[in-house]
Protein backbone atom coordinates (compact mmCIF):
# COMPACT_ATOMS: atom_id res chain seq x y z
CA UNK A 1 0.00 0.00 0.00
CA UNK A 2 1.41 3.01 -0.91
CA UNK A 3 1.22 6.42 1.37
CA UNK A 4 -1.18 8.40 -0.08
CA UNK A 5 -2.41 11.65 0.06
CA UNK A 6 -5.56 12.83 -1.25
CA UNK A 7 -5.60 16.54 -1.61
CA UNK A 8 -7.57 19.56 -2.35
CA UNK A 9 -4.79 21.78 -3.55
CA UNK A 10 -4.08 25.80 -2.40
CA UNK A 11 -6.61 28.12 -4.58
CA UNK A 12 -8.33 31.49 -4.60
CA UNK A 13 -9.31 32.80 -1.42
CA UNK A 14 -12.80 30.97 -0.82
CA UNK A 15 -12.56 29.27 -3.91
CA UNK A 16 -14.57 25.67 -3.62
CA UNK A 17 -13.26 23.76 -6.48
CA UNK A 18 -14.50 20.72 -5.12
CA UNK A 19 -17.95 22.19 -4.75
CA UNK A 20 -20.56 20.01 -6.01
CA UNK A 21 -22.34 20.26 -9.77
CA UNK A 22 -22.34 24.00 -11.39
CA UNK A 23 -20.63 26.28 -8.69
CA UNK A 24 -16.84 26.29 -8.83
CA UNK A 25 -16.30 29.43 -8.20
CA UNK A 26 -15.10 32.11 -5.63
CA UNK A 27 -18.69 32.16 -3.45
CA UNK A 28 -20.52 35.23 -2.26
CA UNK A 29 -19.91 34.38 1.10
CA UNK A 30 -16.91 32.37 2.01
CA UNK A 31 -18.34 28.64 1.90
CA UNK A 32 -16.31 25.57 1.68
CA UNK A 33 -18.65 22.03 1.12
CA UNK A 34 -16.63 19.18 2.62
CA UNK A 35 -14.53 17.42 -0.24
CA UNK A 36 -16.59 14.10 -0.13
CA UNK A 37 -15.54 12.94 -3.16
CA UNK A 38 -11.91 12.71 -1.69
CA UNK A 39 -13.32 11.79 1.36
CA UNK A 40 -15.19 8.25 -0.25
CA UNK A 41 -11.77 6.46 -2.08
CA UNK A 42 -9.47 7.97 0.94
CA UNK A 43 -12.07 6.14 3.43
CA UNK A 44 -11.07 2.49 1.69
CA UNK A 45 -6.83 3.32 1.72
CA UNK A 46 -5.54 2.23 5.22
CA UNK A 47 -3.43 4.97 6.48
CA UNK A 48 -4.13 7.48 3.39
CA UNK A 49 -5.07 11.06 4.42
CA UNK A 50 -7.17 13.88 3.03
CA UNK A 51 -5.94 17.69 3.34
CA UNK A 52 -8.18 20.03 2.42
CA UNK A 53 -5.60 23.20 1.61
CA UNK A 54 -8.47 25.99 0.58
CA UNK A 55 -10.41 25.08 3.64
CA UNK A 56 -7.77 24.82 5.89
CA UNK A 57 -6.13 28.58 4.65
CA UNK A 58 -2.69 26.84 3.95
CA UNK A 59 0.08 28.22 1.38
CA UNK A 60 1.21 26.66 -1.62
CA UNK A 61 4.66 25.91 0.85
CA UNK A 62 2.71 24.87 3.33
CA UNK A 63 0.86 22.27 1.44
CA UNK A 64 3.80 21.15 -0.68
CA UNK A 65 5.83 20.21 2.86
CA UNK A 66 3.14 18.10 3.59
CA UNK A 67 2.22 16.81 0.04
CA UNK A 68 6.36 16.07 0.01
CA UNK A 69 5.80 13.06 2.55
CA UNK A 70 3.47 11.26 0.63
CA UNK A 71 4.45 8.54 -2.41
CA UNK A 72 1.31 8.78 -4.17
CA UNK A 73 -0.70 12.63 -4.13
CA UNK A 74 -4.66 12.50 -5.76
CA UNK A 75 -6.02 15.45 -6.42
CA UNK A 76 -9.60 16.96 -7.26
CA UNK A 77 -9.32 19.04 -9.83
CA UNK A 78 -12.51 21.04 -12.08
CA UNK A 79 -12.42 22.88 -15.13
CA UNK A 80 -11.98 26.65 -13.45
CA UNK A 81 -9.49 25.08 -10.93
CA UNK A 82 -7.60 22.64 -13.22
CA UNK A 83 -4.53 25.33 -14.30
CA UNK A 84 -3.62 25.99 -11.33
CA UNK A 85 -4.11 22.44 -9.95
CA UNK A 86 -1.43 21.14 -12.99
CA UNK A 87 0.86 23.78 -11.58
CA UNK A 88 0.68 22.73 -8.03
CA UNK A 89 1.63 19.36 -9.91
CA UNK A 90 4.32 20.67 -11.15
CA UNK A 91 6.20 22.16 -8.09
CA UNK A 92 5.58 19.01 -6.11
CA UNK A 93 7.09 17.24 -9.25
CA UNK A 94 10.08 19.54 -8.80
CA UNK A 95 10.94 18.77 -5.17
CA UNK A 96 10.18 14.76 -5.73
CA UNK A 97 10.26 13.27 -9.18
CA UNK A 98 9.28 9.85 -7.57
CA UNK A 99 6.29 10.91 -6.17
CA UNK A 100 3.50 9.28 -8.46
CA UNK A 101 0.52 12.70 -9.15
CA UNK A 102 -2.74 11.44 -10.06
CA UNK A 103 -5.88 13.38 -10.72
CA UNK A 104 -9.73 12.75 -10.22
CA UNK A 105 -12.90 14.32 -10.66
CA UNK A 106 -15.43 15.51 -13.81
CA UNK A 107 -12.85 17.46 -15.71
CA UNK A 108 -10.59 14.47 -15.75
CA UNK A 109 -13.61 11.89 -16.98
CA UNK A 110 -14.66 14.29 -19.62
CA UNK A 111 -11.35 15.36 -21.33
CA UNK A 112 -8.77 12.25 -19.92
CA UNK A 113 -6.23 12.94 -22.90
CA UNK A 114 -6.10 16.41 -23.02
CA UNK A 115 -5.11 16.01 -19.33
CA UNK A 116 -2.86 14.61 -19.23
CA UNK A 117 -1.52 16.14 -22.38
CA UNK A 118 -1.58 19.38 -20.40
CA UNK A 119 1.26 18.43 -17.73
CA UNK A 120 4.07 15.63 -17.83
CA UNK A 121 3.67 16.32 -13.83
CA UNK A 122 0.48 13.96 -13.68
CA UNK A 123 0.76 10.92 -14.39
CA UNK A 124 -2.50 9.10 -14.61
CA UNK A 125 -6.14 10.27 -14.44
CA UNK A 126 -9.24 8.54 -13.36
CA UNK A 127 -12.18 8.34 -15.28
CA UNK A 128 -15.21 7.51 -14.46
CA UNK A 129 -16.59 6.94 -10.71
CA UNK A 130 -13.03 6.99 -9.58
CA UNK A 131 -13.19 5.47 -5.96
CA UNK A 132 -12.07 2.24 -6.54
CA UNK A 133 -9.43 3.33 -9.37
CA UNK A 134 -7.74 4.98 -6.49
CA UNK A 135 -7.64 2.12 -4.65
CA UNK A 136 -6.20 -0.14 -7.20
CA UNK A 137 -2.99 2.73 -7.69
CA UNK A 138 -2.43 2.79 -3.81
CA UNK A 139 -2.47 -1.02 -3.92
CA UNK A 140 0.52 -1.16 -6.25
CA UNK A 141 -1.72 -2.55 -9.50
CA UNK A 142 0.28 -2.31 -12.71
CA UNK A 143 -1.58 0.81 -14.14
CA UNK A 144 -2.53 -1.52 -17.59
CA UNK A 145 -4.54 -3.83 -15.56
CA UNK A 146 -6.74 -0.61 -13.60
CA UNK A 147 -10.26 0.02 -15.33
CA UNK A 148 -11.01 3.03 -15.47
CA UNK A 149 -7.23 4.53 -15.75
CA UNK A 150 -5.95 7.23 -18.05
CA UNK A 151 -2.00 6.90 -17.72
CA UNK A 152 1.29 8.03 -19.34
CA UNK A 153 3.89 5.50 -20.16
CA UNK A 154 7.12 5.72 -19.40
CA UNK A 155 8.02 6.62 -23.16
CA UNK A 156 5.75 9.49 -22.74
CA UNK A 157 2.90 7.65 -24.32
CA UNK A 158 -0.45 8.23 -22.96
CA UNK A 159 -3.17 5.27 -22.67
CA UNK A 160 -6.65 4.83 -21.84
CA UNK A 161 -7.63 1.22 -20.00
CA UNK A 162 -11.47 0.15 -20.53
CA UNK A 163 -14.13 1.71 -18.16
CA UNK A 164 -14.80 0.71 -14.88
CA UNK A 165 -18.49 -0.37 -14.10
CA UNK A 166 -20.73 1.69 -11.59
CA UNK A 167 -20.98 1.01 -8.27
CA UNK A 168 -24.36 -1.16 -8.03
CA UNK A 169 -23.95 -1.91 -4.02
CA UNK A 170 -23.60 1.74 -2.51
CA UNK A 171 -23.55 0.23 1.11
CA UNK A 172 -20.42 -1.91 0.36
CA UNK A 173 -18.62 1.95 0.64
CA UNK A 174 -17.15 2.95 3.63
CA UNK A 175 -18.39 6.13 5.62
CA UNK A 176 -16.88 9.09 4.88
CA UNK A 177 -17.63 10.51 8.41
CA UNK A 178 -14.95 9.01 10.25
CA UNK A 179 -12.38 10.74 7.19
CA UNK A 180 -13.84 13.90 8.32
CA UNK A 181 -13.33 13.37 11.96
CA UNK A 182 -9.74 12.01 11.46
CA UNK A 183 -8.60 14.40 8.81
CA UNK A 184 -10.57 17.23 8.67
CA UNK A 185 -11.30 20.53 11.06
CA UNK A 186 -15.06 20.66 10.54
CA UNK A 187 -14.84 24.06 12.22
CA UNK A 188 -13.74 25.50 8.89
CA UNK A 189 -16.94 24.31 6.69
CA UNK A 190 -19.47 27.04 6.81
CA UNK A 191 -22.36 27.15 4.59
CA UNK A 192 -24.60 30.22 4.83
CA UNK A 193 -27.28 28.85 4.89
CA UNK A 194 -26.81 25.65 7.02
CA UNK A 195 -26.39 25.69 10.87
CA UNK A 196 -22.63 26.01 12.21
CA UNK A 197 -20.72 23.28 12.49
CA UNK A 198 -23.00 20.74 9.77
CA UNK A 199 -21.69 17.82 7.74
CA UNK A 200 -22.78 16.55 4.47
CA UNK A 201 -22.60 12.80 2.84
CA UNK A 202 -24.47 11.27 0.21
CA UNK A 203 -27.22 8.69 0.40
CA UNK A 204 -26.93 7.77 -3.29
CA UNK A 205 -25.22 9.06 -6.25
CA UNK A 206 -26.56 9.87 -10.06
CA UNK A 207 -29.32 12.04 -10.48
CA UNK A 208 -32.58 11.28 -12.81
CA UNK A 209 -33.28 14.44 -14.04
CA UNK A 210 -31.64 15.73 -16.80
CA UNK A 211 -30.45 18.89 -16.52
CA UNK A 212 -28.44 20.54 -19.63
CA UNK A 213 -26.76 22.41 -17.30
CA UNK A 214 -25.93 19.91 -14.73
CA UNK A 215 -22.54 18.28 -14.32
CA UNK A 216 -21.96 15.64 -12.36
CA UNK A 217 -24.91 13.34 -13.66
CA UNK A 218 -23.65 13.77 -17.01
CA UNK A 219 -19.75 13.02 -16.05
CA UNK A 220 -19.22 10.80 -13.71
CA UNK A 221 -22.56 10.07 -11.12
CA UNK A 222 -24.97 9.06 -14.38
CA UNK A 223 -28.85 9.38 -14.30
CA UNK A 224 -29.54 6.42 -12.61
CA UNK A 225 -30.07 7.10 -8.74
CA UNK A 226 -28.25 4.34 -7.03
CA UNK A 227 -29.29 4.45 -3.06
CA UNK A 228 -27.54 3.31 -0.02
CA UNK A 229 -29.95 1.59 2.36
CA UNK A 230 -32.16 3.42 4.81
CA UNK A 231 -30.06 1.45 7.21
CA UNK A 232 -26.92 2.06 5.95
CA UNK A 233 -27.69 5.65 5.90
CA UNK A 234 -28.70 5.81 9.57
CA UNK A 235 -26.18 3.89 10.92
CA UNK A 236 -23.30 6.97 9.47
CA UNK A 237 -26.00 9.57 11.38
CA UNK A 238 -25.86 7.54 14.41
CA UNK A 239 -21.86 7.44 14.17
CA UNK A 240 -22.01 11.07 13.61
CA UNK A 241 -24.04 11.69 16.77
CA UNK A 242 -21.56 9.75 18.64
CA UNK A 243 -18.27 10.66 17.24
CA UNK A 244 -19.00 13.87 16.15
CA UNK A 245 -21.31 15.55 19.04
CA UNK A 246 -20.40 18.91 18.27
CA UNK A 247 -22.39 18.76 14.79
CA UNK A 248 -25.58 20.97 14.92
CA UNK A 249 -26.43 19.65 11.11
CA UNK A 250 -26.65 17.25 8.79
CA UNK A 251 -27.24 17.77 4.98
CA UNK A 252 -27.82 15.32 2.60
CA UNK A 253 -25.98 16.34 -0.69
CA UNK A 254 -27.51 14.02 -3.12
CA UNK A 255 -28.51 16.03 -6.32
CA UNK A 256 -32.60 15.09 -5.05
CA UNK A 257 -32.46 13.35 -1.90
CA UNK A 258 -36.36 13.35 -2.58
CA UNK A 259 -36.68 11.75 -5.71
CA UNK A 260 -37.71 8.71 -3.91
CA UNK A 261 -40.41 9.95 -1.78
CA UNK A 262 -41.24 6.87 0.31
CA UNK A 263 -37.61 6.21 0.78
CA UNK A 264 -37.13 9.70 1.89
CA UNK A 265 -39.70 9.40 4.31
CA UNK A 266 -38.41 6.23 5.85
CA UNK A 267 -35.51 7.76 6.21
CA UNK A 268 -36.86 11.10 8.07
CA UNK A 269 -39.16 8.37 10.44
CA UNK A 270 -35.48 7.02 11.09
CA UNK A 271 -33.76 10.71 11.56
CA UNK A 272 -36.56 11.53 13.89
CA UNK A 273 -36.07 8.79 16.09
CA UNK A 274 -32.31 10.20 16.42
CA UNK A 275 -33.65 13.26 17.42
CA UNK A 276 -30.82 15.39 14.33
CA UNK A 277 -31.51 18.87 12.89
CA UNK A 278 -31.34 18.00 8.75
CA UNK A 279 -31.12 19.57 5.11
CA UNK A 280 -31.13 17.87 1.81
CA UNK A 281 -31.42 19.40 -1.64
CA UNK A 282 -34.64 18.66 -3.05
CA UNK A 283 -36.78 19.44 -6.57
CA UNK A 284 -39.84 21.72 -6.31
CA UNK A 285 -42.49 19.47 -6.68
CA UNK A 286 -42.07 17.44 -3.59
CA UNK A 287 -46.17 16.86 -1.93
CA UNK A 288 -47.02 18.63 1.23
CA UNK A 289 -47.69 14.68 2.35
CA UNK A 290 -43.96 14.17 2.14
CA UNK A 291 -42.85 17.55 3.57
CA UNK A 292 -45.15 17.30 6.59
CA UNK A 293 -43.24 13.90 7.16
CA UNK A 294 -40.11 15.38 6.94
CA UNK A 295 -40.46 18.32 8.78
CA UNK A 296 -42.10 16.74 11.86
CA UNK A 297 -38.96 14.16 11.87
CA UNK A 298 -36.30 16.77 11.97
CA UNK A 299 -36.19 18.61 8.53
CA UNK A 300 -34.97 22.29 8.73
CA UNK A 301 -33.99 23.61 5.29
CA UNK A 302 -34.33 22.14 1.73
CA UNK A 303 -31.79 23.32 -0.95
CA UNK A 304 -34.24 23.88 -4.04
CA UNK A 305 -32.66 24.72 -7.53
CA UNK A 306 -35.43 26.81 -9.10
CA UNK A 307 -33.08 28.33 -11.93
CA UNK A 308 -35.22 30.74 -13.70
CA UNK A 309 -38.67 32.18 -13.62
CA UNK A 310 -39.60 31.58 -17.29
CA UNK A 311 -41.40 28.09 -18.31
CA UNK A 312 -39.62 27.94 -21.64
CA UNK A 313 -36.23 28.56 -20.29
CA UNK A 314 -37.27 25.54 -17.60
CA UNK A 315 -38.09 23.55 -20.39
CA UNK A 316 -34.98 24.18 -23.00
CA UNK A 317 -32.83 22.76 -19.97
CA UNK A 318 -35.00 19.60 -19.31
CA UNK A 319 -35.96 21.03 -15.86
CA UNK A 320 -39.05 18.79 -15.80
CA UNK A 321 -40.25 21.38 -13.41
CA UNK A 322 -43.12 24.35 -13.94
CA UNK A 323 -43.11 27.28 -12.07
CA UNK A 324 -46.86 26.84 -11.16
CA UNK A 325 -45.58 23.69 -9.30
CA UNK A 326 -42.67 25.61 -7.72
CA UNK A 327 -44.80 27.97 -6.47
CA UNK A 328 -47.41 25.69 -4.53
CA UNK A 329 -44.22 23.63 -3.39
CA UNK A 330 -42.91 26.94 -2.17
CA UNK A 331 -46.15 27.85 -0.77
CA UNK A 332 -46.04 24.40 0.82
CA UNK A 333 -43.29 24.82 2.51
CA UNK A 334 -44.00 28.16 4.36
CA UNK A 335 -46.91 26.65 5.74
CA UNK A 336 -45.23 24.14 7.43
CA UNK A 337 -41.79 25.92 8.42
CA UNK A 338 -39.23 24.51 6.19
CA UNK A 339 -36.62 27.42 5.25
CA UNK A 340 -35.59 27.56 1.73
CA UNK A 341 -32.55 28.20 -0.11
CA UNK A 342 -33.04 28.74 -3.65
CA UNK A 343 -30.77 28.76 -6.36
CA UNK A 344 -31.23 30.68 -9.96
CA UNK A 345 -28.86 30.55 -12.65
CA UNK A 346 -28.72 33.05 -15.74
CA UNK A 347 -27.93 33.25 -19.05
CA UNK A 348 -29.54 29.97 -19.86
CA UNK A 349 -30.60 29.12 -23.49
CA UNK A 350 -33.61 31.62 -24.11
CA UNK A 351 -32.58 34.08 -21.78
CA UNK A 352 -33.71 37.69 -22.66
CA UNK A 353 -33.47 41.07 -20.39
CA UNK A 354 -37.56 40.21 -20.04
CA UNK A 355 -36.49 36.53 -18.67
CA UNK A 356 -34.30 37.72 -16.33
CA UNK A 357 -36.48 40.28 -15.16
CA UNK A 358 -39.31 37.77 -15.45
CA UNK A 359 -37.19 35.51 -12.80
CA UNK A 360 -36.12 38.14 -10.39
CA UNK A 361 -40.26 38.86 -10.04
CA UNK A 362 -40.59 35.52 -9.74
CA UNK A 363 -37.55 35.09 -7.09
CA UNK A 364 -39.16 37.74 -5.35
CA UNK A 365 -42.62 35.99 -4.92
CA UNK A 366 -41.69 32.66 -4.07
CA UNK A 367 -39.08 34.54 -1.45
CA UNK A 368 -36.74 32.16 -0.49
CA UNK A 369 -35.15 32.88 2.66
CA UNK A 370 -31.69 33.13 1.31
CA UNK A 371 -30.99 32.77 -2.78
CA UNK A 372 -27.44 32.12 -4.55
CA UNK A 373 -27.25 33.36 -8.12
CA UNK A 374 -24.94 31.98 -10.35
CA UNK A 375 -23.93 32.35 -14.14
CA UNK A 376 -24.82 29.30 -17.09
CA UNK A 377 -21.21 27.70 -16.76
CA UNK A 378 -20.78 25.45 -20.27
CA UNK A 379 -18.82 22.78 -18.58
CA UNK A 380 -17.24 20.44 -21.23
CA UNK A 381 -18.87 17.07 -21.47
CA UNK A 382 -22.90 18.86 -20.60
CA UNK A 383 -25.50 19.19 -22.90
CA UNK A 384 -25.31 22.39 -22.38
CA UNK A 385 -21.44 22.72 -23.48
CA UNK A 386 -22.45 21.39 -26.92
CA UNK A 387 -25.53 23.67 -27.35
CA UNK A 388 -23.15 26.56 -26.90
CA UNK A 389 -20.90 25.25 -29.58
CA UNK A 390 -23.07 24.18 -32.11
CA UNK A 391 -25.33 27.51 -31.35
CA UNK A 392 -22.40 29.90 -32.01
CA UNK A 393 -22.64 31.13 -28.40
CA UNK A 394 -19.59 30.63 -27.45
CA UNK A 395 -16.00 29.09 -29.25
CA UNK A 396 -14.92 25.78 -28.30
CA UNK A 397 -12.18 26.08 -26.83
CA UNK A 398 -9.58 23.98 -24.93
CA UNK A 399 -9.57 26.44 -22.22
CA UNK A 400 -12.81 27.70 -21.23
CA UNK A 401 -12.83 31.19 -18.48
CA UNK A 402 -15.20 30.34 -16.35
CA UNK A 403 -13.60 32.47 -13.52
CA UNK A 404 -11.71 35.33 -13.40
CA UNK A 405 -7.93 35.81 -11.87
CA UNK A 406 -9.66 36.58 -8.77
CA UNK A 407 -12.06 33.27 -9.12
CA UNK A 408 -14.65 35.22 -9.56
CA UNK A 409 -17.09 33.40 -12.24
CA UNK A 410 -17.23 34.80 -15.54
CA UNK A 411 -20.17 34.83 -18.11
CA UNK A 412 -19.10 32.34 -20.76
CA UNK A 413 -22.04 32.44 -22.85
CA UNK A 414 -23.39 35.34 -25.16
CA UNK A 415 -26.48 35.89 -27.28
CA UNK A 416 -27.09 37.84 -30.26
CA UNK A 417 -29.84 40.01 -28.41
CA UNK A 418 -27.91 39.59 -24.85
CA UNK A 419 -24.16 40.28 -24.21
CA UNK A 420 -22.04 38.47 -22.09
CA UNK A 421 -21.84 41.34 -19.55
CA UNK A 422 -25.35 42.36 -19.22
CA UNK A 423 -25.91 38.57 -18.18
CA UNK A 424 -23.23 38.98 -15.97
CA UNK A 425 -24.28 41.96 -14.37
CA UNK A 426 -27.80 40.61 -14.12
CA UNK A 427 -26.32 38.62 -11.18
CA UNK A 428 -25.36 41.97 -9.08
CA UNK A 429 -28.98 43.15 -10.11
CA UNK A 430 -30.67 40.28 -8.84
CA UNK A 431 -28.91 40.19 -5.19
CA UNK A 432 -29.67 43.69 -4.85
CA UNK A 433 -33.26 43.81 -6.19
CA UNK A 434 -34.30 40.36 -3.62
CA UNK A 435 -32.21 41.68 -0.76
CA UNK A 436 -32.95 44.76 -0.18
CA UNK A 437 -36.29 45.33 0.36
CA UNK A 438 -37.74 46.33 3.27
CA UNK A 439 -39.25 42.75 4.16
CA UNK A 440 -36.21 41.03 3.80
CA UNK A 441 -34.12 43.23 5.64
CA UNK A 442 -36.48 42.98 8.53
CA UNK A 443 -36.42 39.11 8.32
CA UNK A 444 -32.61 39.22 8.35
CA UNK A 445 -32.67 41.27 11.09
CA UNK A 446 -35.45 39.45 13.38
CA UNK A 447 -33.09 36.19 12.59
CA UNK A 448 -29.92 38.26 14.20
CA UNK A 449 -32.05 39.35 17.02
CA UNK A 450 -32.68 35.93 17.90
CA UNK A 451 -29.08 34.74 18.61
CA UNK A 452 -26.27 36.44 19.37
CA UNK A 453 -24.27 33.55 17.32
CA UNK A 454 -26.77 34.46 14.45
CA UNK A 455 -26.03 38.16 14.81
CA UNK A 456 -21.81 37.77 14.22
CA UNK A 457 -22.16 35.33 11.31
CA UNK A 458 -24.66 37.52 9.47
CA UNK A 459 -23.10 40.58 10.33
CA UNK A 460 -19.59 38.69 8.65
CA UNK A 461 -21.19 37.61 6.05
CA UNK A 462 -22.98 40.82 5.28
CA UNK A 463 -19.21 42.42 4.86
CA UNK A 464 -18.03 38.96 2.79
CA UNK A 465 -21.09 39.99 0.07
CA UNK A 466 -21.03 43.73 -0.34
CA UNK A 467 -17.51 43.29 -0.74
CA UNK A 468 -18.47 40.30 -3.21
CA UNK A 469 -20.90 42.87 -5.04
CA UNK A 470 -17.85 45.43 -5.18
CA UNK A 471 -15.67 43.07 -6.70
CA UNK A 472 -18.26 41.72 -9.19
CA UNK A 473 -19.18 45.68 -10.10
CA UNK A 474 -15.31 45.99 -11.44
Given at each position: ????????????????????????????????????????????????????????????????????????????????????????????????????????????????????????????????????????????????????????????????????????????????????????????????????PYVSIYTGRGCRSK????????TVGGHRY?????????????????????????????????????????????????????????????????????????????????????????????????????????????????????????????????????????????????????????????????????????????????????????????????????????????????????????????????????????????????????????
Amino acid sequence: MMKTLFLQAPSFDGFDGGAGSRYQAKREIKSFWYPTWLAQPAALIPGSRVLDAPADELSVDATLAIALEYDLVIMHTSSPSFPTDAKFAEEIKKRKPAVIIGMVGAKTAVDPHGSLSASEAIDFVCREEFDYTCRDVANGLAFKDIPGLSYRESDGSIEHNGPREMIENMDELPFVAPVYKRDLKIENYFIGYLQHPYVSIYTGRGCRSKCTFCLWPQTVGGHRYRVRSVENVLEEVRWIKENMPEVKEIMFDDDTFTDFKPRAEEIARGLGKLGVTWSCNAKANVPYSTLKIMKENGLRLLLVGYESGDDQILLNIKKGLRTDIAKRFSEDCRKLGIKIHGTFILGLPGETHDTIEKTIEYAKEINPHTIQVSLAAPYPGTTLYKQAVENGWMEDNKVINLVSNKGVQLAAISYPHLSKEDIYHGVEAFYRRFYFRPVKIWEIVREMLGSWDMMQRRLREGVEFFRFLRAHQS
